[in-house]
């Protein structure tokens, strides 16, 4: 007996993906509409199952309904099961849809004499709800699949433009684990040398190469001597000078900030707390418009991402800009409250940033939390303790 997986298709693509990979159906029935089909919905279900490497590209037909007539969606869905010749198991997701499409899959396969399973999935929540044949208490699937990052983000219509950069982004990263750190633990002494470097450098981050020569307007302390030793520059009295590659260029305006945050946030990936992490992002949406992520990971089939500011970077108005950027792209890639975090070195945040934040349901953390970004992350998932973590 053959299986079939009925989907009402809608802006929230996960609950039918989740669906899918939970259940494994022989074939899958789509119920559109002419917006959904315009924003490509249905495609990008289907192009992520293929990623997972379920292809159901010639096992899965798409039905476009009228979602404001009762009508038409029970016409058009009774005339494709009336073509099922044999015996089949239904199982119908009513999640998707408004509640026009749902009520009518439900006056359907209640009925269709066959064997039928009907449910939904609650929003962020990881589980299969039957409400056909009811059950007391209500029969309850566990949704154990996890969905990577780039399945995530083709949920959502959008794919990744830089894929093939990441692993050697992500090993550099991890061979700097130790140095990023030790620029946060020292920041505040070392935040004056920061600062001279960005302002001479902070617009060359797109060159391959650049020769910096520069007098710092001080004696420099102990500290700032021992950064600029570990970094290969050549001192001569307050002449800083080093010929730089990109790779140093960005680490050193700023990209040390990102490397450090990435490290803390990977070493729960690897722990087992976080599913999957990416750094330096670049996405682009069906439509061809590109958004950059700093750092992005996914925890229970939710998409996270963090931004990441530096006071050498320039002014505070650089976290407003973010506030707004992050809380856009938050309601891109699905709904849920705090799903963006900018990371900063600001030792005080203004309680106008962080209401602003609020509203868009950003949380901006100051450096004393970055250094415990961990124990943040942890607390913010309610993971009292974990095993590995250190």
């Not at 899918?20 to 509409?33: A, E, G, L, N």
């Not at 002419?34 to 192009?47: C, W």
């Not at 490397?259 to 070493?267: D, K, L, M, R």
């Not at 799903?339 to 868009?360: G, L, P, V």
């Amino acid at each position: 007996m053959s299986r079939i997986h009925v989907c009402l298709v809608s802006e929230q693509t996960i609950p039918n993906i989740l669906g899918i990979y939970h259940f494994k159906p022989d074939r899958v029935i789509f119920c559109s509409t002419d917006k959904m089909e315009k924003q490509r919905k249905t495609d990008a279900i289907v192009n992520t199952l293929l990623l997972h490497g379920l292809d159901y590209s010639a096992k899965s037909e798409r039905i476009i309904v009228d979602q404001d007539s009762l009508t038409d969606c029970i016409n058009k869905v009774e005339l494709l099961i009336e073509k099922v010749e044999d015996e089949v198991d239904y199982v119908v997701n009513i999640t998707g849809g408004n509640k026009i499409m749902a009520l009518a899959a439900y006056e359907i396969f209640r009925d269709i004499g066959q064997k039928v399973v009907i449910g939904y999935m609650p929003l962020g929540k990881n589980e299969f709800t039957q409400i056909f044949p009811r059950n007391k208490p209500l029969k309850v699937y566990e949704v154990k699949e996890r969905l990577n990052l780039e399945e995530y983000l083709m949920s959502y219509g959008f794919r990744i433009q830089n894929k093939e950069k990441f692993q050697t982004i992500k090993d550099k990263t991890l061979s700097r684990n130790e140095a990023s750190k030790w620029i946060l633990d020292n920041y505040g002494q070392l935040k004056g040398m920061l600062g001279f470097l960005y302002k001479h450098m902070g617009d060359k981050r797109k060159q391959k190469e650049y020769h910096l020569s520069a007098a710092f307007d001080r004696e420099l302390t102990k500290i700032e001597r021992e950064m600029l030793d570990k970094h290969g520059f050549t001192i001569n009295g307050s002449l800083v000078s080093k010929d730089l590659l990109k790779d140093e260029i960005v680490y050193l305006t700023g990209g040390w900030f990102e490397e450090y945050v990435f490290n803390e946030v990977y070493s729960l990936v690897k722990d087992r707390a976080l599913d999957d992490a990416m750094m330096g992002v670049t996405i682009e949406s069906f439509g061809g418009i590109s958004n950059e992520l700093d750092i992005a990971f996914t925890k229970d089939n939710v998409f996270y991402h963090i931004e990441c500011k530096t006071l050498a970077e320039g002014d505070k108005g650089i976290i407003r800009d973010e506030v707004y950027k992050k809380g856009a792209i938050s309601a891109l890639l699905g709904k849920g409250e705090k799903r963006a975090i900018i990371c900063t070195t600001h030792n005080q945040i203004s309680e106008a940033h962080s209401a602003r934040a609020k509203e868009y349901g950003v949380e901006i953390l100051q450096i004393q939390q970055v250094r415990d970004l961990k124990n943040h992350l942890l607390k913010m998932f309610g993971i009292k303790s974990h095993v590995g973590h250190s």
